[in-house]
């Protein structure tokens, strides 16, 4: 088992920044894959971005290049998003995931969630 969570969300004007971290604890945190996903009112679950347990793989959602930065720190179990120039569309629950596959994170998901952390962008 995994627990994960998430900090860091609150209120942000458009055009600021926020970093959003995700605890893990319980298995060796070096061994899984991290990833966000993101839930607006009323839409569905939405991949971010992903990265590998070593840090040197990422992927994110092409509309979210360039504005969202996901990183990790293997030796304080955490992963960060750094989410730049927010815009009010981003307004949404932010969520952590993990999984041994990154390849299943991306896909659907991996096997362990957050509770999530929301984040909302004033115009």
């Known amino acids: 088992q995994v627990q994960l969570v998430e900090s860091g969300g609150g209120l942000v004007q458009a055009g600021g920044s926020l970093r959003l971290s995700c605890a893990a604890s319980?298995?060796?945190?070096?061994?899984?894959?991290m990833g966000w996903f993101r839930q607006a009112p009323g839409k569905e679950r939405e991949f971010v971005a992903a990265?590998?347990?070593?840090?040197?793989?990422?992927y994110y959602t092409n509309s979210m290049k360039g504005q969202f930065t996901i990183s990790r720190d293997n030796a304080k179990n955490t992963v960060y998003l750094q989410m730049d120039s927010l815009k009010p569309e981003d307004t949404a629950v932010y969520y952590c995931n993990a999984d041994e596959d990154i390849r299943r994170i991306k896909i659907r998901g991996g096997a362990y969630w957050g509770q999530g952390t929301q984040v909302t962008v004033s115009s």
């Open positions: 990265i590998s347990w070593s840090g040197g793989i990422t």
């Open positions: 319980g298995r060796t945190f070096s061994r899984y894959a």
